[in-house]
């Protein structure tokens, strides 16, 4: 049987790195900065050119209606974001965004494609690290064409975990937020990043640079190629709470394996944050 998703796949390869390009030239003139749900939630002119070139590109190779698409500029004006059974695109063009603004180097273009609500593949291109992370569902995970694997560490004493602290400022949410970083550095691990993408953040467990990354306040958009980049690798995905990986749901922990999962996950405190889908 032809392998009907491998077309849209090297699609999204070329696409993102074509939307990197972008990114590194709008990066070089001057930015002007809005703000979505608060004011430290930035967006740019270039995050919506980007994803609207993204989405032009994959509607004049793959035809106006045949796919659906769930792009995180976009998503703001149509309300929730409902993944079908039809084959859908799930794109944040600029992961990163005031990393973007202020010139911090991680900013990444994330591209996934599901079908039937499951993840074929995803594609994150870190841009200003000009690496590119790739992974279709049952065929491995790759950094430029090269093979990644998560690392093999077991013991959370000898571990780096990521997490992120976000846009919202609601007090008790940063306290929580601060509480729960604080009770993981003092297991104690080996240190806690962020790269300020969280595409990139879980290409770090795809490639073993760390052991884990979790984040409640993620969008779909954030996480859904990332996480066929992680699973590829031999990672595991779950929600914060040890329960199954549910990509609307704005949580999600990424790692090496179940026995970090779970040791960071004891750790956690977990705040509410509202749906994609807005079940
Ligand atoms: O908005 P954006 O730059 O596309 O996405 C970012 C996420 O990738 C990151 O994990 C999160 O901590 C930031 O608050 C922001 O949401
Ligand atoms: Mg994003």
Redesign the pocket.
């Known amino acids: 049987m032809a392998d009907e998703w491998q077309d849209p796949y090297d699609f999204a390869v070329e696409v993102a790195k074509i939307a990197g390009k972008i990114i590194r030239r709008a990066a070089e003139e001057e930015i002007k900065v809005n703000t979505?749900s608060c004011t430290?939630?930035?967006?740019t002119a270039t995050?919506v050119r980007v994803e609207k070139i993204i989405i032009g590109a994959i509607k004049e190779k793959f035809g106006e209606d045949t796919h659906c698409f769930i792009g995180?500029e976009s998503a703001a004006a149509k309300g929730p974001s409902v993944l079908t059974d039809k084959p859908t695109w799930i794109i944040?063009?600029?992961?990163?965004?005031?990393?973007?603004v202020h010139g911090f180097p991680f900013?990444?273009v994330?591209i996934a494609f599901a079908v039937n609500k499951e993840l074929e593949f995803g594609v994150v291109y870190s841009c200003f690290e000009d690496k590119l992370y790739k992974a279709r569902k049952g065929k491995g995970a790759y950094c430029d064409d090269e093979k990644i694997e998560v690392s093999d560490i077991k013991d959370i004493h000898k571990s780096v975990v990521i997490s992120?602290?976000?846009?919202?400022r609601n007090v008790d949410v940063v306290t929580e937020i601060c509480a729960t970083m604080k009770r993981i550095l003092l297991i104690p691990v080996h240190g806690i990043r962020?790269t300020?993408?969280?595409?990139?953040?879980m290409c770090m467990v795809a490639c073993g640079a760390v052991e884990a990354f979790f984040?409640i306040?993620?969008?779909c958009?954030?996480?859904a190629a990332g996480a066929v980049i992680v699973q590829e690798a031999g990672g595991v995905l779950l929600d914060v709470d040890g329960g199954p990986f549910d990509l609307m749901s704005r949580r999600m922990m990424s790692a090496n394996n179940r026995t970090i999962a779970d040791r960071v996950i004891k750790e956690i405190k977990i705040f509410p944050a509202e749906r994609d889908d807005g079940k």
């Not at 944040?92 to 973007?100: A, K, L, M």
């Not at 300020?196 to 953040?201: E, L, R, S």
């Open positions: 979505k430290v939630d930035l967006v995050d995180e944040d063009p600029v992961d990163g965004t005031t990393n973007f900013v990444a994330s992120e602290f976000g846009t919202n962020g300020g993408t969280a595409a990139t953040n984040e306040g993620i969008h958009w954030d996480v």
